[in-house]
C-alpha cells in the first residue's frame, strides 16, 4: 500500500504537460501579424469563430456573424503582445494552427528578427506555416480584410500559396522553418512571398447575383528578397521562375517557348532537376545543369510538325531559349540586388569547403560578380492526346 | 470482517454425514420406514411392491423417484424379467442370478451401503430392495428432462458444425467423444457441492495435454468447497489465477468443436452439470481474439479479420480516451481544420470532454445492459429509446457534441466484434480507467496506463502458462497461427507455447 502510494506521488509529479483546456477555451488563431511602431511590437491576430467557419448547418445563427475576428495589441515583446490580446479576446490565444504570419513592409525592411526568436522559442508555435511580406502596407491591413472564397481569409491566402506553389512556376511559398533556417545559414539568403494590400472599391456583394464579380482583395505580390532578416528587394516574375528552377522548388512547371516567329507553345513538365556544380580556377565559378523532362501540353503554332526531327530540334529551342531566360535573371539578381537567394555560396561550402573558407568573408561581392553557367537539357517524351496543333486541322478544313 | 466469520461458519457446518449401512437382514416395510424417514416422505417418491417369479417366490420392494426415471424402462426393463423369474437349480444366490441373468439393464450395482443407495436414488436410479437378502440392487433407468442439442447461440459461424452443449453433461461427453474417438481421452468426474452433488468432469487427451497442468487443475478443483454448485463461471472464479484480475484466465465455450480443438491443443476442459458453457484452460491473451469461425474460412480472410478484431480491441479500449486527450490536452495534433470542427460542435457544450465521454459511455452501458436484461418483446423500445437520446436528442439539446456520439457509438460496436464475451466485457470496463487517466494526463497519462496493462498482462499467468505467450515469451512457430492463421498443415495442434512457456 505505501508503495502504491508512492508511485501515485511520484505520479503526480511527472505531470509535465499540465495544460489542460477545453476546445471553448481556446481562441484558435489562424493568422498573425507583427508590425513596429516605434518601439513597441504590435501584434494582430485573426482568431476564428468555430462555429461560422466549420461550415456545418444547425449552429446557433448560424452565417449571421463574423467568422474572423481581429485582435491587435502592442507591447514590448511580442509575447507581452499577444498576453495582452486577453483583453479583448475572451480566450486564450492559441497559436499551434496558425496559417500566416505577416510582417508589415517597414517591419521587414527595419529587420524581422526581434519577433523571430519567440517563435523559435515558443513550443506552442508548430513550424507549418507560410510567411508572408505586407507589400505597401502594415500586417493589419492584410489581416483586416474579408476574403471571398473561403470564410477565414488567413486560410484562404494558405491554400492559394500552398496550390499554387505546386502548380505555378514563380510562386513561393516559404514556410517559417525554411525562414528561420535561411536567416541564420551561411551562403543563402531568404526569400518571402508577398501579398497586396488592395482597398477594394466595389461595394461588398450582398446578394448572390447582385453587382459585379469581385476581384480577390489580396492579390498575391512579387517575392520579397530579405538579406539575413532586412527586406533589400523584390524579384519579378521571371526571376521568380528562374529562382524556383534553381533552388528546385518546381514539381509540375510549364515553360512557354518560341515554336515560330510570334508563335508560342508551352511544355508542362513532369520532371524539372537543377543540379549546382561549383568549380574554382583561379575564380569561382557556378555550373547549372537543369535537366527537364515533359510533354508538348499547347502549340500555338500551326506551321510546326510533330515529328521526331522537329521535336529533337524543338527540345534544342527550347533549351536555349530557357538557358538564355535563366541567364540574364540570374545576372539581373547578381547586379540588382547583390542577395545570394540562390544558395550558391552553401554549395561552395559543402562542396568545395576550403575554398569557401576563402570566400566567405567578402561573399556578397564575389556574389556580384560570380560567373555562371546555365546548361538547360529539354526531353520531350510526348505530345500528350494529339499531335499536330489544332489549328492546322481549324485552318485546313476551311 | 463479517464476511470472514461468515465464512467460517459454512466451513463447520460442513461435516460429513453419518453412515448408514444395512442391517442383514431386513423387512421390506423396515426398508421403506427407514427411506421415508431418511428423506422425510417426498411426494414424488414411488415403492412399488413386485412379486419375483411367477410363483412369488421372493418379495421385491422397487423404490425410485418418479419425475427422473423412465417408466417404460422399469417396467420393460425391470418388473417383466422379474415375473419371469424362476430358482435357478445350480443353487447360485438368487441376488446373483438377478443380476446375471435376469435383468437385462446396462448399468447395474448391487451394494449394501445405504450412502452409496440413496444417494444413487437421487441420481436417478431405481433400487430394488429383496425380502431376507442383506443387499440391494441400484439400476440405472434415469431420465432426465432437458433440452435437445441445438444450434449455439452466443458463439455462432457461418461455416462449421452447429451443435451446441446443453446442460446434460452426458449429452455433452458424448459430443466430446464423437469429435475424438481415442483411448487416450481422459474423463476424470467428482462430485461437488454439499447439496447439489453436481458432477463436474475433467477432460484431457493424455499425452498431449501437460501432466502437470492436469494434476494442477485437479488439485484446484479437489479443493473448492461449496454448498451450491449452478454453473461453470463458480468454478472458474475459484480456480482461476489472478483473480483479481480484470483478465480472464479460463476460457469458456458452447461449441463442442472449440473444445475438441482446445483438446486437441493440449488443454483441459472441464464440463459442469447444468451449464452449457465448459471451461477451457490454460489459456492465453491472443486465444480470445480467435474464433472457430477462423478456422472454417480461407486463411487470408481469417488473418484479415484477426487484424480487424485486434484493431476493435483497440479502438474499445482507447476511442473515448484518444478523443478525450486530444480535445483537452494536444490540440495541436489534430488537423486544423478537423479541430475548427470539433470546436465548433464543442462550442456551448456545458461540459468539460471527460464528464461529456463519461456520461455518454454510461449512458451507452445502461442502454446494452437493458437491452439484454430486458424481456424480448421490450428490447425494441429500448433500442429506438436509446438511438433517439444518444443519437439525436442529446446533441440537439446541447448536452455533448455530436463527435462524441460517434466516438461512443464506434466504441461500442467495435466491442461487440470481440468474439470472446468475458474478455470484452474486461476491456469495456477498462476503458473508464483509461478515460480518467486521458482526461486528468492526457496522452501521458493513457500511455501510463497502458504501460501499467501491459505489465500487468505480462505478469499475469494460467496454470503455469504466460498470459501474453507466444509473444512475450516470443515462440517464433506459434505466430503461424496467432495474428494471422497460415494453413493448417504448417502448425501442429500443440503449439509451443504450452510446451516451453511454463516455468
Redesign the interface.
Known amino acids: 500500500m505505501k508503495r502504491l502510494l508512492i508511485g501515485l506521488f511520484i ?1 503526480l509529479l ?4 499540465w ?6 477555451e ?1 481562441a ?1 488563431t ?1 493568422g498573425l501579424g507583427i508590425d513596429k511602431d516605434g518601439d513597441d511590437f504590435v501584434v494582430t491576430a485573426q482568431v ?1 469563430n ?2 461560422q ?2 461550415g ?1 448547418k444547425g ?2 445563427a448560424s452565417g449571421t456573424r463574423s467568422p474572423v475576428i481581429l485582435h491587435e495589441e502592442r507591447d514590448k515583446t511580442v509575447l507581452g503582445a499577444i498576453r495582452k490580446l486577453s483583453r479583448t479576446a475572451s480566450r486564450k490565444i ?1 497559436v ?2 496558425l ?1 500566416i504570419l505577416v510582417f508589415g513592409e517597414e517591419f521587414a525592411k527595419a529587420g524581422i528578427g526581434d519577433a523571430l526568436d519567440l517563435i523559435v522559442r515558443d513550443q ?1 508555435f ?1 513550424t507549418d506555416f507560410y510567411v508572408f511580406i505586407a507589400k505597401g502596407s502594415t500586417a493589419k491591413d492584410i489581416l483586416a480584410t474579408a476574403t471571398p472564397f473561403s470564410v477565414s481569409p488567413a ?1 484562404e491566402i494558405y491554400d492559394r500559396l500552398h496550390y499554387s506553389n505546386r502548380h505555378y512556376n514563380p510562386t513561393k511559398a516559404t514556410g517559417i522553418r525554411e525562414l528561420l533556417t535561411n536567416t541564420s545559414a551561411e551562403g543563402i539568403e531568404p526569400v518571402v512571398q508577398s501579398l497586396l494590400y488592395k482597398k477594394s472599391d466595389v461595394e461588398p456583394v450582398q446578394q448572390i447575383g447582385s453587382g459585379p464579380v469581385p476581384e480577390p482583395p489580396l492579390p498575391t505580390g512579387n517575392i520579397a528578397v530579405l538579406e539575413r532578416d532586412q527586406l533589400v528587394g523584390w524579384l519579378n516574375e521571371t526571376q521568380a521562375d528562374t529562382y524556383n528552377t534553381v533552388t528546385n522548388n518546381i514539381k509540375h512547371a510549364v515553360s512557354q517557348f518560341l515554336c515560330d516567329e510570334d508563335q508560342y507553345g508551352a511544355i508542362e513538365s513532369t520532371n524539372v532537376k537543377a543540379t549546382l556544380k561549383p568549380e574554382y580556377q583561379v575564380t569561382p565559378k557556378m555550373n547549372i545543369d537543369i535537366k527537364l523532362t515533359g510533354k508538348i501540353n499547347e502549340l500555338d503554332c500551326e506551321q510546326f510538325t510533330t515529328t521526331p526531327q522537329k521535336i529533337r530540334e524543338l527540345e534544342n529551342i527550347i533549351s536555349k531559349y530557357l538557358e538564355e531566360m535563366h541567364t540574364s535573371n540570374i545576372k539581373k539578381v547578381q547586379e540588382d540586388i547583390g542577395v545570394d537567394i540562390f544558395g550558391f555560396g552553401r554549395e561552395f561550402f559543402r562542396k568545395k569547403p576550403q575554398i569557401w573558407k576563402q570566400l566567405k568573408n567578402n561573399w556578397s561581392e564575389t556574389f556580384s560578380q560570380l560567373e555562371v553557367d546555365i546548361n538547360v537539357k529539354v526531353r520531350i517524351t510526348g505530345t500528350s492526346t494529339t499531335d499536330d496543333s489544332y489549328l492546322k486541322r481549324l485552318r485546313k478544313g476551311k | 470482517m463479517s464476511f470472514f466469520r461468515r465464512r467460517r461458519r459454512i466451513e463447520q457446518k460442513q461435516q460429513p454425514s453419518k453412515p448408514v449401512t444395512l442391517k442383514s437382514p431386513q423387512s421390506l416395510d423396515e426398508v421403506q420406514q427407514w427411506i421415508n424417514k431418511y428423506f422425510g416422505e417426498p411426494s414424488d417418491m414411488i415403492f412399488r411392491n413386485v412379486g419375483i417369479g411367477n410363483d412369488n417366490k421372493y418379495k421385491g420392494l422397487l423404490v425410485f423417484i418418479q419425475d427422473i426415471t423412465n417408466q417404460d424402462y422399469i417396467s420393460e426393463q425391470i418388473i417383466k424379467p422379474l415375473k419371469s423369474f424362476s430358482q435357478p437349480a445350480d443353487g447360485t444366490s438368487p441376488i446373483d442370478y438377478l443380476k446375471d441373468t435376469i435383468l437385462s439393464t446396462g448399468d447395474i450395482l448391487v451394494s449394501s451401503d445405504f450412502t452409496t443407495l440413496f444417494d444413487d436414488l437421487l441420481m436417478g436410479k431405481a433400487l430394488l430392495f429383496i425380502e431376507g437378502q442383506k443387499q440391494a440392487f441400484s439400476i440405472a433407468v434415469d431420465d432426465w428432462k432437458g433440452r435437445q442439442v441445438e444450434q449455439p447461440s452466443a458463439q455462432t459461424v457461418v461455416r462449421g458444425p452447429r451443435e451446441s452443449f446443453t446442460e446434460n453433461i452426458n449429452t455433452n461427453k458424448a459430443l466430446i467423444r464423437k469429435r475424438i474417438r481415442s483411448q487416450d481421452l481422459q474423463i476424470k468426474s467428482r462430485r461437488l457441492g454439499k447439496y447439489t452433488q453436481t458432477e463436474i468432469s475433467i477432460i484431457y487427451l493424455k499425452g498431449v495435454a501437460d501432466d502437470d497442468v492436469v494434476k494442477e487443475v485437479e488439485k484446484r478443483i479437489d479443493k473448492i468447497q461449496l454448498d451450491g454448485i449452478s454453473g461453470s463461471n463458480q468454478i472458474e472464479e475459484l480456480i482461476q489465477d489472478g483473480k483479481f484480475s480484470p483478465f480472464p484466465t479460463i476460457d469458456n465455450t458452447e461449441r463442442p468443436d472449440i473444445t475438441a480443438a482446445s483438446l486437441l491443443e493440449g488443454k483441459v476442459i472441464i464440463l459442469v452439470n447444468g451449464t452449457p458453457f465448459v471451461l477451457i484452460a490454460p489459456v492465453v491473451f491472443m486465444h480470445f481474439f480467435q474464433t472457430a469461425e477462423d478456422y472454417y474460412a480461407r486463411f487470408y480472410l481469417a488473418s484479415a479479420i484477426r487484424f480487424l478484431r485486434v484493431l476493435s480491441v483497440m479502438i474499445t479500449l482507447l476511442a473515448p480516451s484518444i478523443y478525450i486527450a486530444l ?3 494536444h ?2 495534433m489534430l488537423p ?1 481544420r478537423l ?11 456545458p461540459f ?2 471527460f464528464v461529456e465521454a463519461v456520461m455518454m459511455e454510461v449512458t451507452f452501458e445502461i442502454l446494452r445492459e437493458a437491452g439484454i436484461r430486458m424481456p424480448r418483446a421490450v428490447g425494441q423500445a429500448v433500442s429506438v429509446v436509446g438511438a433517439i437520446v444518444i443519437g439525436q436528442a442529446a446533441v440537439e439539446a446541447g448536452i455533448v457534441s455530436a463527435a462524441m456520439v460517434i466516438v461512443v457509438s464506434i466504441t461500442a460496436i467495435s466491442s461487440f466484434v470481440i468474439p470472446s464475451y468475458s474478455i470484452a466485457n474486461s476491456i469495456r470496463l477498462l476503458r473508464f480507467p483509461m478515460m480518467i487517466f486521458a482526461g ?3 496522452f ?1 497519462g493513457v500511455m ?1 496506463a497502458l504501460f501499467a496493462l501491459t505489465i500487468h498482462l505480462c505478469s499475469l499467468k494460467s496454470f503455469g502458462i504466460s498470459y501474453m505467450a507466444p509473444l512475450s515469451p516470443f515462440h517464433l512457430r506459434d505466430q503461424r497461427d496467432t495474428f494471422i492463421r497460415t494453413i493448417k498443415s504448417y502448425f501442429s495442434s500443440k503449439g509451443e507455447t504450452l510446451e516451453k512457456s511454463r516455468k
Not at chain 2, 479541430?339 to 457544450?349: D, F, K, S
Open positions: 505520479i511527472l505531470t509535465g504537460c495544460n489542460r483546456r477545453e476546445l471553448n481556446i484558435i489562424y476564428i468555430p462555429e467557419v466549420s456545418q449552429g446557433e492559441y499551434a494552427h496559417y506552442e508548430r486560410q | 480535445t483537452t490536452f490540440q495541436e486544423t479541430l475548427t470542427n470539433l470546436a465548433a460542435q464543442r462550442e456551448g457544450v468539460p470532454a486528468s494526463f492526457g501521458f501510463l
